[in-house]
């Protein structure tokens, strides 16, 4: 079963837009991770905000965690053609040992 | 270091074949995953090793799934005997630290098809 589910499942922006993608999760976590596929490859690393951070920049990229609510966002600002791709949130929660991954968000930049 | 390294990067079988993954984990990572990633069920969490040790293998479809770590630096998942339903792209990731605490590294991936 999932843990998390993104909304929304697709995003269709222009370059230099920001989009913002949010996750929602069910039980208490360790931590939160996001990560991104480009088509036909394996999935990378973009950001990690543990349960007692409320937010973490890196780059372009800004992730929000509200533990009260179960939700985490994801911001790219500036957009770009090469960010298009889809994004997964991953939970790491309190029982099991392992990442659980959402069903994630479909992210098309036009150029 | 090259990353996690799966193979074979494709796989066409025949139903009823058996068919074997491979995974060679990052140099002194001590945990292991695998994932499998299908449309309709998305990510899902097959096994997980911790120091070649399998700590949670709840997401292991059937008894028809197997998977395991000799060593350190080599992990197999094997199907036998393969069905169509198990077509899917099948990931290997390894993390420096213990279950999820740390970010994962993911290989590229085997696409399996079975006919």
């Known amino acids: 079963s999932q843990q998390g589910e993104e909304d929304p499942q697709a995003l269709s922006i222009q370059e230099g837009e920001n989009a913002t993608m949010n996750c929602s999760y069910k039980t208490s976590i360790n931590n939160l991770q996001w990560y991104r596929q480009n088509s036909g490859r394996g999935l990378v690393h973009l950001i990690l905000i543990r349960s007692n951070e409320r937010e973490k920049h890196s780059g372009r990229l800004r992730v929000t965690l509200d533990t009260s609510k179960k939700s985490s966002s994801l911001l790219i600002t500036a957009s770009r053609a090469a960010d298009t791709a889809s994004y997964f949130c991953a939970t790491s929660d309190t029982g099991r040992r392992a990442l659980t991954f959402g069903s994630g968000t479909r992210l098309q930049v036009q150029p | 270091d090259a990353g996690v390294i799966q193979s074979p990067r494709h796989e066409v079988t025949e139903m009823g074949q058996e068919v074997t993954l491979r995974c060679k984990p990052i140099?002194?990572?001590?945990?292991l995953f695998w994932y499998r990633q299908t449309m309709m069920r998305g990510l899902e969490l097959l096994i997980y090793?911790?120091?070649?040790?399998?700590?949670?293998d709840s997401g292991m479809p059937e008894d028809r799934f197997s998977a395991k770590m000799p060593n350190a630096s080599f992990s197999t998942l094997k199907i036998q005997p393969s069905e169509p339903r198990d077509s899917a792209v099948y990931f290997c990731a390894s993390s420096p630290e213990g279950g999820a605490r740390a970010e994962a590294f993911f290989g590229q991936g085997t696409r399996l098809t079975v006919v």
């Open positions: 090793f911790n120091n070649n040790v399998p700590i949670d």
């Open positions: 140099s002194g990572h001590n945990s």
